[in-house]
């Protein structure tokens, strides 16, 4: 791929990552940014990501191949006015926001449809900033493309060649079909995780028995509610209707599931439980996308001095290449549970023949 000049307007953990992931797979790429915060921008100097941290919106841009909008929701407006006047007529405007319709709306106002197209890296953590950025967050990722009707195909089919060289996974979506989408699969579990954990808040004693066991599942299924306050708030302020139509379809679900255990309905409860694996399960069964198949077994071992290392050792003498390890204690006892993850089913099926054959009792997840 060719030489290309990038511009950032913010750059934050979304921002970051792209950057560094263009300078990952474009080496020769030359990156200009601009963001409020000046020690982001410092660092990305100091570590060679950034060529040119600009104090504002100004022609430093207008060499720009990409030109991408990643600061938060609510400036779009005002930044919009600000690279309108500086744009390069070739230049492709995006953003990265996880709401679309806005920012299409706001592009349609500014009289920019003609180079924008809307892009979504469906990527995030609960940490956020340029510190916490890496390359890796956009690796085997959807990065949603929104185009407008009125952006020439070539420069659609560019960007789309461009986040393949990026290793995120281009998916082109109307803006309003990606708003409802999202709404579902993104937005709505952050509803989700961040009222239940206020629930359990609500409910806990006052000597916090409920946060202090709490465990694997709840840790997991809530992680995302530590998320940015700020981000969400907005998200839900641009994407309302969406989030609120299917909160209340999920509402509903939940009713009707409360009406099965209420009455103890043995066959509702199974099937209720039943059908989400096997559709959750197909999630990973499927041939390309971010959900992949993990191949792990969780193995209860003795909480003392080199319990987790004979695991280790004795896998390592059978060849058997670990890619991710870890304890758990959400137990009542002192004894842990090792997890470990290996990179093939192959592995995975030999440890646990083997953890058995040495007195474990592995479990497969």
């Known amino acids: 791929m060719s030489q290309l000049t990038c511009g950032f307007i913010g750059l934050g953990l979304i921002g970051g990552s792209i950057a560094r992931a263009l300078r990952k797979s474009v080496p020769g790429s030359r990156i200009i940014a601009y963001d409020l915060?000046?020690?982001?921008?410092?660092?990305?100097?100091?570590?060679?990501?950034?060529?040119?941290?600009?104090?504002?919106?100004?022609?430093?841009?207008?060499?720009?191949?990409?030109?991408?909008?990643?600061a938060p929701v609510q400036k779009n407006d005002a930044n919009l006015a600000a690279v309108k006047k500086i744009l390069s007529p070739d230049c492709l405007l995006t953003d990265v926001g996880s709401v679309k319709s806005a920012i299409h709306a706001a592009v349609r106002n500014a009289g920019l449809e003609h180079?924008?197209?809307?892009?979504?890296?469906?990527?995030?953590?609960?940490?956020?900033?340029?510190?916490?950025?890496?390359?890796?967050?956009?690796?085997?990722?959807?990065?949603i493309l929104t185009p407008t009707d009125k952006v020439p195909s070539e420069k659609l089919e560019n960007y789309r060649q461009?986040?393949?060289?990026?290793?995120?996974i281009p998916l082109i979506l109307d803006c309003e079909q990606h708003d409802y989408v999202t709404a579902a699969i993104s937005h709505l579990p952050h509803v989700v995780a961040s009222s239940l954990v206020n629930l359990v808040r609500d409910s806990d004693s006052a000597d916090g028995i409920m946060k202090m066991v709490a465990a694997g599942g709840f840790k997991d299924i809530t992680r995302i509610a530590s998320s940015s306050t700020t981000m969400w708030?907005?998200?839900?302020?641009?994407?309302?209707?969406?989030?609120?139509?299917?909160?209340?379809?999920?509402?509903?679900?939940?009713t009707r599931t409360k009406e099965i255990l209420d009455a103890k309905d043995k066959d509702g409860l199974y099937d209720?439980?039943?059908?989400?694996?096997?559709?959750?399960?197909?999630?990973?069964?499927?041939?390309?996308?971010?959900?992949?198949?993990?191949?792990?077994?969780?193995?209860?071992?003795?909480?003392?001095?080199?319990?987790?290392?004979?695991?280790?050792?004795?896998?390592?003498?059978?060849?058997?290449?670990i890619k991710n390890i870890g304890i758990t204690?959400?137990?009542?006892?002192?004894?842990?549970?090792?997890?470990?993850?290996?990179?093939?089913?192959?592995?995975?099926?030999?440890?646990?023949?083997?953890l058995e054959t040495k007195g474990y009792s592995p479990h497969i997840q």
């Open 272 to 321: 209720f439980f039943d059908s989400a694996r096997i559709y959750r399960d197909s999630f990973i069964s499927a041939s390309s996308g971010p959900i992949k198949r993990s191949f792990r077994v969780s193995v209860d071992i003795a909480d003392r001095t080199g319990a987790l290392a004979g695991i280790v050792t004795l896998l390592s003498e059978h060849g058997l290449s």
């Open 329 to 354: 204690h959400n137990r009542e006892t002192e004894d842990g549970v090792l997890q470990i993850e290996f990179y093939e089913e192959a592995s995975l099926s030999a440890a646990a023949a083997l």
């Open 162 to 168: 461009l986040v393949e060289h990026m290793g995120a």
């Open 37 to 70: 915060n000046r020690a982001s921008l410092g660092l990305a100097l100091e570590q060679h990501i950034v060529d040119v941290a600009a104090e504002e919106i100004d022609r430093r841009f207008s060499c720009c191949d990409y030109l991408f909008l990643c």
């Open 233 to 254: 708030q907005q998200i839900c302020l641009t994407n309302t209707a969406n989030i609120s139509r299917l909160l209340g379809e999920y509402i509903d679900a939940l």
């Open 115 to 143: 180079c924008f197209i809307g892009g979504h890296p469906m990527a995030g953590s609960e940490r956020t900033g340029f510190i916490n950025s890496k390359a890796s967050l956009l690796e085997n990722i959807y990065y």
